[in-house]
């Protein structure tokens, strides 16, 4: 005689940040911990001197990969606000917008804001609460 067949446990759905291996989520974290060393190098030129193309740009592209890698991984907060961000800076770069102490203040508020969106994304947060900052950016790159 055998066993009474035993239902398959189910296990439950998976949340997407489960899905998210282990290694890509530090290699992410790690990158984006050098990401905020060169908005650290870079933003305090750029807000000592608004006229610096190099410390502009290399802030953008830090945004830009920022977004980049967020988007990838679904750390969704982090991939919209960078986004948010490089688009402001894009229209400073094609000098659309003039980098006035407003829009510095903001990305330094986005500055401050993303250390703690990466922790949170670490713990299991995708989306931390970062929809007033974003649409504070848009409304500055949507200015005329």
Do not use: C
């Not at 679904?74 to 986004?83: F, Q």
């Not at 299991?124 to 200015?143: C, F, K, W, Y």
């Amino acid at each position: 005689e055998s066993a009474p067949l035993e239902a398959p446990e189910q296990s439950p759905k998976r949340s997407d940040m489960e899905l998210v291996d282990d290694e890509i989520l530090e290699i992410f974290v790690e990158t984006a911990g050098e990401v905020m060393d060169t908005i650290n190098t870079w933003y305090p030129r750029l807000r000592q001197d608004h006229d610096d193309r190099e410390a502009l740009t290399e802030v953008r592209r830090a945004y830009h990969t920022l977004k980049g890698s967020g988007r990838l991984v679904g750390a969704t907060s982090i991939g919209e606000l960078a986004w948010a961000v490089e688009n402001l800076l894009n229209r400073v770069l094609d000098q659309s917008l003039k980098p006035t102490d407003d829009l510095l203040s903001l990305v330094s508020e986005a500055n401050q804001r993303v250390p703690s969106l990466i922790e949170e994304f670490r713990n299991g947060n995708t989306t931390g609460d970062v929809a007033a900052l974003i649409q504070r950016a848009e409304g500055m790159a949507n200015a005329r």
